[in-house]
T-cell receptor
Framework: DSGVTQTPKHLITATGQRVTLRCSPR?????VYWYQQSLDQGLQFLIQ???????AKGNILERFSAQQFPDLHSELNLSSLELGDSALYFC?????????????FGPGTRLTVT | GDSVTQMEGPVTLSEEAFLTINCTYT??????LFWYVQYPGEGLQLLLK?????DKGSNKGFEATYRKETTSFHLEKGSVQVSDSAVYFC????????????FGTGTSLTVIP
């Protein structure tokens, strides 16, 4: 158990809908990273937040957004969903902001768009 | 831009065989290099890391050496076990790229008794 929790575990929704994925980092970790894992794209970095502020941005679509709250949990919002958004979404947390820290991954949320 | 190229899988080995999974990278500056492992149905876990050239990361019998001259970070294990069956990801990160992590495509390993 990494100490990172993600909810829900599974999500099935229809095209055009909007969903919110939630991540709680390990106790004491200030940084949260979001990733998308799909069969054809592999593991893609989406975005990083550190202590409530956006720190780094990867291949995140404009239809996707994220935020980190004062209690340090983070939410990833996916809107106008398309079939191609079906994937596993992972979050990871680290104590600090820099990239040399080990990332602790949550168990993931499997999103299926029908 | 920064990237990681990883050996294609899947790889199937017999128990106690020697394992090598190749990983090469392209990066500006001096990245940190990582190997992560993903067991079925789970998230990724750090296996080992190296933060500067010539560093050797090691854990659970796995090891990898950060080779700047060949831009490589190959994963090796002398004797694999059935419990090593998983997907292995090579990754890099660098403050030069705004702390982004770049992962390889993953190599699936199956160890048969």
């Amino acid at each position: 158990d990494s100490g990172v929790t993600q909810t829900p575990k599974h999500l099935i929704t229809a095209t055009g809908q909007r969903v919110t994925l939630r991540c709680s980092p390990r106790s004491g970790d200030l940084s949260v990273y979001w990733y998308q894992q799909s069969l054809d794209q592999g593991l893609q970095f989406l975005i990083q937040y550190y202590n409530g502020e956006e720190r780094a941005k990867g291949n995140i679509l404009e239809r996707f957004s994220a935020q980190q709250f004062p209690d340090l949990h983070s939410e990833l919002n996916l809107s106008s969903l398309e079939l191609g958004d079906s994937a596993l979404y992972f979050c990871a947390s680290t104590p600090g902001a820099t990239s040399s820290y080990e990332q602790y991954f949550g168990p993931g949320t499997r999103l299926t768009v029908t | 831009g920064d990237s990681v190229t990883q050996m294609e899988g899947p790889v199937t080995l017999s128990e106690e065989a020697f394992l090598t999974i190749n990983c090469t990278y392209t990066a500006t500056g001096y990245p940190s290099l990582f190997w992560y492992v993903q067991y079925p149905g789970e998230g990724l876990q750090l296996l080992l890391k190296a933060t500067k050239a010539d560093d050797k990361g090691s854990n659970k019998g796995f090891e990898a050496t950060y080779r700047k001259e060949t831009t490589s970070f190959h994963l090796e294990k002398g004797s694999v076990q059935v419990s090593d069956s998983a997907v292995y990801f090579c990754a890099l990160s660098s403050s030069n790229t705004g702390n982004q992590f770049y992962f390889g495509t993953g190599t699936s390993l199956t160890v048969i008794p």
